[in-house]
């Protein structure tokens, strides 16, 4: 069965450094989410990818963090300056419909990271 | 009121047990709905989508109350690999809307 994947799947850097998490979606999926979950918190939106563009995106993604699809393949979600409440698990995930009781998203196994 | 709202439990039944969960949204024009199942540590993953007629799959039944707004999710003749945290899933109000998560309700079921 086709999978999300997602590396790495921990990252340790310390706080002001750049961090870059990333994502393989599913081949011939069309969309492309970025969430974040702190620990013991509820799964939060960042931001959709169509298109070689963002579609969406919440008050969380702000200046500090970029997306993009450098290849046909991946996906990468960069956190320019990390602050130590970026310390999250971070999910990608791919669906090939958007909207609609017929959308399905799916997950990666997530990355991991910890500020210090 | 939160945008998406769940009980967040936890629920502990024995196996074999009906156990239900509700949950709220706050946006009427809410368009999409699902139910999400999260293992400890573990990324989401799709449990079912919720139709405006109610639907069923198996021992999972999801209904939608747009008057009330609220969904709810039935497990019958629960297993002990139901055991996880059950996120309430609301996009709206229009297909472009960004999605949102609730924060969950714990299931538990002991032998």
């Known amino acids: 069965e086709p999978e999300v994947t997602q590396t790495p799947s921990h990252q340790v850097t310390q706080m002001g450094q750049e961090v870059i998490l990333r994502c393989v979606p599913i081949?011939?999926?069309?969309?492309f989410y970025w969430y974040r979950q702190i620990l013991g918190q509820k799964v939060e939106f960042l931001v959709s990818?169509?298109?070689?563009?963002?579609?969406?995106k919440s008050e969380i993604f702000d200046d500090q963090f970029s997306v993009e699809r450098p290849d046909g393949s991946n996906f990468t979600l960069k956190i320019r300056s990390t602050k130590l409440e970026d310390s999250a698990m971070y999910f990608c995930?791919?669906?090939?419909?958007?909207?609609?009781?017929?959308?399905?998203?799916?997950f990666g196994p997530g990355t991991r990271l910890l500020v210090l | 009121r939160k945008e998406v709202e769940q009980d967040p439990g936890p629920f502990n039944v024995p196996e074999g047990a009906t156990v239900a969960f509700n949950c709220t949204y706050s946006?009427?024009?809410?368009?999409?709905f699902f139910w999400y199942r999260q293992d400890c540590r573990k990324e989401p993953k799709l449990l079912m989508s919720?139709?405006?007629s109610g639907n069923e799959d198996g021992r999972f039944t999801a209904q939608l109350n747009r008057a009330s707004q609220y969904i709810s999710l039935l497990i019958r003749d629960s297993k002990l690999s139901d055991s996880a945290t059950y996120l309430c899933?609301?996009?709206?109000?229009?297909?472009?809307?960004?999605?949102?998560f609730g924060s969950g309700t714990r299931l538990s079921i002991r032998p």
């Open positions: 899933v609301v996009r709206g109000p229009s297909s472009a809307s960004k999605i949102i």
């Open positions: 990818f169509y298109n070689n563009e963002i579609s969406e």
């Open positions: 919720v139709y405006s």
């Open positions: 081949s011939n999926h069309l969309y």
């Open positions: 995930a791919s669906s090939d419909i958007f909207g609609g009781a017929g959308e399905t998203q799916y």
């Open positions: 946006n009427s024009a809410s368009q999409s």
